[in-house]
């Protein structure tokens, strides 16, 4: 699994800026990172200067940085399908060639596309692909309904799983045919308690506040702290952002950095032990790679945010020997639940109904294949 960042905050305040500059950054450092954006207004694509879309898009001219805008409508299109295919048609999986009209008040539970969105960005988390997530999240009051979603989807999963109950139960009399949908729906289930855990671990998952130092916003930042943390979800620390630099020339620099400082010391009170990054107003647009570059500096710089940056996969391949060693981070898994396949040089292993792909560089023959899980890692150890 990747780790996973979050930058959220009020509306204008620099969380794309930020999300964009600190994957600069954390690429920078030789890890492959994600950037998702949720805003439909494309902002973040904007901000890089290029173009980006439904899938990841590499960032040209960056190395290990890709970006992708999520779009809720096409992420609803992809996966709805396969929603009704498995519920809203139920006794057809039971083996009753017969329809069966499912009401939108039984599929549809307030949010749920919002919750299809959080799948989307879990997706990415959940794969090996990628060490970093940075999540641009959306301004606050709806970002903290986005992560409240785990508890949303688990009872929209009771739901579901009650209602398949009664029809199992109602159409066993006609049909011994075994329902794996109520199996899909277990494991979906078990998922969302593991991502729930994951977000609650701030080993994995980092939530960073992006806020202008003004009136309201150091209130504002106490209370969404709360908010989070009573979804379980623990804030590392938060940004400052458009700072006006003392500038005596200036009077309005002047007042201006006057008016802030009052509310900067507030902020350094209420962020006191947590990370703390301080970033100036800059006098030129911040737009493209080169100015995103002196913002990442700013952030990154000494004494403000410190990330630390994992690999998710690390392989080996020992030609000599005809060995190859990968070892894949699943943090806060039960080993019974991973379970691994091999096919050619391919070596497929799935977590609660997500499988990620590792190549091997020859074929692998499964008899000579070893797996133990360790220190949150799953090694795999194969031979020609
Ligand atoms: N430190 C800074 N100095 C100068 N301009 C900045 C700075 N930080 C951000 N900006 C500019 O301010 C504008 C808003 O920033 P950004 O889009 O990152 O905010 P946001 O919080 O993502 O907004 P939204 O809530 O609309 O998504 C952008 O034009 C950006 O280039
Ligand atoms: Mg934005």
Known sequence: MSKLILFGGKGGVGK??????????T??????????????????????????????????????????EMDPRQTMAELAPKLTEALANPLKTLGVEEELEMSGDDMMVPGLDEALAFDFLLRYVESQEYDIIIFDTAPTGHTLRFLSLPGLTDRWISRMMRFRDQLTRLKSLFSKKKDSTMEVLEQFKRRVEHIRRFLANEQFTSFYIVLIPELLAVEESRRARAILGSYG?????????????????CSLCRSRHEIQSRYLAAIRENFAGLQLAEVPLFDREIQGIAALRLVADKIMG????????????????????????????????????????????????TLYGVTSLVEAPFPVDPKKVKAHFEDDHLHVTARQ
């Open 233 to 249: 979800i623990p804030v590392k620390g938060a940004v400052v952002n458009n700072i006006v630099p003392e500038n005596d020339a």
């Open 302 to 349: 000494e004494g403000q945010l410190a990330i630390e940056c994992r690999k998710s996969m690390e392989k080996e391949y020992d030609s000599a020997g005809g060995l190859f060693h990968v070892r894949l981070f699943y943090p806060e898994t039960q080993k019974a639940d991973l379970q691994l396949k091999i096919k050619g040089k391919v070596l497929s292993i």
């Open 27 to 68: 690429a920078s450092q030789g890890f492959n990172t994600l950037v998702v954006s949720s805003d439909p207004a494309h902002s973040l694509g904007d901000s890089f200067g290029r173009q980006l879309g439904h899938a990841p898009t590499l960032i040209e001219g960056v190395a290990n940085l890709w970006a992708v």
């Open 16 to 25: 794309t800026t930020t999300s964009a500059a600190v994957a600069m950054w």
